[in-house]
């Protein structure tokens, strides 16, 4: 799979439309086929671990029902949209469309959520906090986007957030291979023309609000944070009432002087590798043994499993120090080069892994991740594991 951005280059796109201003690609994807079919999503809504929606209109009002989802039939032939969060999580084909937006780092990443509609189908104009790029897949869809703007949003439904009426500055048809980049806080309204799939690749980052609420939690965790301002070249006051200047200075201090690159690299890495929507792991730890994933390596590839997040950061990489699904992971200092292999690169092959396979420690920690399920081969059997 291949992405040709109206012929603009990775850097170009960046520089010119990224949370700037949306575009729309005509056929980026050249003889685009579907990661999966309708009858194939519906087997997964029906799953309780996958995060799946439907939305419909009934006697003009908006509704919204959450999965697992078992029947469509009284919905109908039109007026209706099945979503299904984290494709990646559960279809390895979903991986090739995420390679082909790389420019952008994974931590950015949220997940390739998939539409199917029928007819008339759609979830209303709305506003998004969120990057994504809509990809066309089979069938039509007309999308309009309006601009930025004091747009008037309300709740169309309790799970559903519209936006009133807004001037169009695209007005466009999706065909298959097609690609809508929106930014965030873009209006915009998809219809459905004729059955449909849309594949949505979502790129955000969490509020300011949720990384401090996450970051409190952590520093309850780990015990850290304890220190207390100290002024011992306290002033005399005749204002027992007042913070002054100086003292606000203390406190905006006390915080600030805690918010290390340590500390920050430490919070974020565990943070942002924790996956939102649940992962295909199994219930139950494999019992694959070193030999075992060596013999394998000598015949095909390790894939990292869909969804899961790993990082790491360049101030510690050197340290051995990698994030991986909500975790931190220490390696030795010798083993840092091998941290960029495991982060960026999907699939691990023997060639790539081989100046660090005689490591006894990395050798166990692989083992440990292969048994977890964060790293599979493709052709082992369910027998063999």
Not at 86 to 109: G, H, K, M, S
Not at 244 to 268: G, I, K, P, W
Request: proline share 5%; charged share 25%; with cysteine.
């Amino acid at each position: 799979m291949q992405l040709d951005i109206n012929g603009l280059t990775p850097a170009q796109f960046l520089a010119e439309y990224w949370q700037k201003k949306p575009l729309v690609i005509r056929q980026g994807f050249k003889h685009f086929q579907d990661l999966i079919s309708p009858e194939e999503l519906a087997g997964l809504a029906m799953d309780e671990l996958v995060e799946s929606r439907r939305v419909y209109q009934q006697a003009g009002q908006w509704q919204a029902e959450f999965g697992p989802f078992d029947s469509y039939d009284h919905l109908g032939e039109r007026d209706w949209t099945l979503i299904v969060q984290a494709l990646n999580n559960w279809v390895p084909d979903a991986e090739a469309l995420i390679q082909c937006f790389d420019f952008i780092p994974r931590w950015r990443l949220d997940d390739v959520m998939v539409s199917f509609a029928t007819p008339g189908g759609g979830v209303g104009p709305h506003i998004d906090l969120y990057d994504v790029f809509i990809c066309q897949g089979s069938g039509r869809r007309r999308w309009r986007v309006g601009d930025l703007g004091p747009h008037k949003e309300f709740a169309a439904h309790p799970a559903l957030l519209h936006t009133e009426a807004f001037e169009p500055i695209i007005d466009t048809e999706l065909l298959p291979g097609d690609i809508l980049y929106i930014p965030p806080g873009f209006p915009h309204d998809g219809i459905t023309l004729e059955q449909s799939l849309s594949f949505s690749v979502g790129y955000r980052t969490a509020s300011a609000k949720d990384m401090v609420s996450a970051l409190a939690d952590h520093l309850s965790e780990q015990g850290l944070g304890a220190q207390q301002i100290e002024d011992p070249d306290r002033e005399l006051t005749t204002r027992s009432g007042c913070v002054d200047n100086r003292d606000l200075a203390r406190l905006r201090t006390q915080l600030t002087n805690m918010l290390t690159d340590e500390l920050v690299s430490e919070f974020s890495g565990r943070y942002l590798t924790q996956s939102k929507c649940a992962l295909d792991l199994p219930d139950e730890p494999l019992d694959i043994t070193q030999d075992e994933v060596l013999a394998w390596l000598d015949e095909q590839p390790l894939i990292r499993l869909g969804g899961l997040r790993c990082l790491y950061f360049d101030i510690n990489v050197g340290q051995g120090v990698v994030y991986i699904n909500g975790d931190k992971c220490q390696l030795s200092a010798e083993l840092a080069a091998v941290i960029p292999l495991l982060c960026d690169s999907n699939q691990l092959d023997k060639t790539a892994l081989a100046p660090w396979l005689a490591d006894a420690y990395l050798l166990t920690q692989l083992t440990e991740w292969v048994n977890l399920g964060y790293w599979y081969f493709e052709d082992l059997s369910d027998e063999e594991c």
